[in-house]
């Protein structure tokens, strides 16, 4: 996919030095990227929605009718709250490997402190951090590219409204003119000499 600055700009940090605050920068083949901290805003606004989804009382989260790009059945009944808890873990357990879905697990999902996360994986603190950025910035890619229904933005995904579909409505129709009705029809106008 490609990032476009409108995007961007609203995730970026402004004191970021490396974007400047505008979210995109140039990679080594110097094509433009979305900066680091564009991946951590979009992973930490999944990550709040998750703890929103995962602690609210059980009888907030509805039954709601979605929908969809099928020709058949255009429209499902679903519980978008469970479905988000679950794309959330499953997504994050199918890209991270092994140690980075172990810190992922007591940090994130558990809640465990960096302390209690550097005695039990026996790593110091700065090495912590630095894994749990690299953690953000993976996930908050995926979490943005994921095809075909991404994460992020939230409210395409709990809206329910699907990309393909939102593309389909914004292509212009093309009508000739002989797809208008009889009564529409400019009357054809006779040459004058
Ligand atoms: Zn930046």
Request: some cysteine.
């Amino acid at each position: 996919m490609d990032w476009s600055r409108s995007e961007t700009l609203a995730l970026a940090m402004h004191h970021c030095t490396h974007c400047r605050g505008s979210g995109l920068r140039l990679n080594r083949k110097q094509m433009l990227t979305p900066c680091n901290c564009v991946l951590r805003g979009i992973f930490r606004a999944c990550y709040r929605r998750f703890v929103t989804c995962a602690t609210q009382e059980r009888f907030i989260s509805r039954v709601g009718l979605e929908p969809h790009a099928g020709h058949k059945r255009p429209l499902s009944w679903g519980r978008k709250d469970e479905e988000y808890i679950a794309d959330f873990c499953l997504v994050s357990r199918r890209h991270l490997d092994e140690s980075e879905y172990r810190l992922f697990r007591y940090h994130f999902l558990l809640g465990a402190d960096w302390k209690l996360c550097c005695r039990r994986l026996g790593i110091p603190r700065g090495q912590f951090f630095h894994a749990v950025y690299r953690i953000e910035q993976k996930l908050g890619r995926i979490f943005r590219e994921l095809e075909p229904y991404a994460l992020y933005p939230l409210n395409e995904y709990f809206s329910g409204a699907s990309r393909a579909q939102a593309a389909h409505a914004l292509t212009p129709k093309r009508h000739g003119p002989s797809a208008l009705p009889e009564y529409l029809r400019f009357p054809a106008v006779a040459k004058i000499a």
